[in-house]
């Protein structure tokens, strides 16, 4: 049985609104040189065509920590540029969250008036729920998961500089 905590973070949403371009939007998703620059600080990599891979090395600090040379992996399933992209997401770094296995990811990008553009991020985590856990924000010895990064990257897109700058 279901409890309605576990439906609750199965399917997770986060939308924000981004005074940038959809191109720019898709650009600091899906380009190393500026995925790397909020967030965790991690490049993250893509073969932009169904069946390519994607993959997300540690940033030094990762490093330093031990983290393994990949973080996190996955599976383009679905690339139109610049308005949806389909990936799996599996995290690397814990032993628990990798055996949960690969979870489905996918960003819809959508040009709004007055240079407004809606990035939707909907992560869906069923049989996932350590994943759920640390990507809702809900460890916070780990980070602001999702809300964390996609503040970061509207800041970098909107202002030049990150939250933690």
Do not use: C, F
């Not at 891979?53 to 990949?70: G, N, T």
């Amino acid at each position: 049985m279901t409890t309605k905590t576990e439906t609750t973070l199965a399917d997770q949403v986060y939308r924000v609104y981004i005074k940038a371009t959809p191109e720019a939007v898709w650009e600091a998703i899906t380009n190393p040189e500026w995925n790397q620059r909020y967030g965790y600080g991690s490049p993250g990599e893509y073969e932009l065509r169904p069946g390519g891979a994607y993959r997300v090395l540690p940033s030094k600090a990762m490093q330093e920590h031990d983290a393994p040379d990949v973080i996190i992996e996955g599976e383009v399933l679905e690339s139109d540029p610049p308005r949806r992209l389909v990936q799996t997401w599996r995290a690397l770094w814990d032993p628990e969250m990798a055996a949960e296995g690969p979870t489905r990811l996918t960003w819809e990008i959508d040009e709004g008036p007055g240079g407004v553009t809606t990035l939707t991020v909907t992560h869906k985590l069923e049989g996932a729920p350590k994943t759920a856990a640390q990507v809702s924000g809900r460890m916070p010895e780990a980070g602001g998961g999702w809300s964390w990064i996609l503040s970061d990257l509207k800041t970098l897109l909107e202002t030049g500089t990150t939250l933690g700058s």
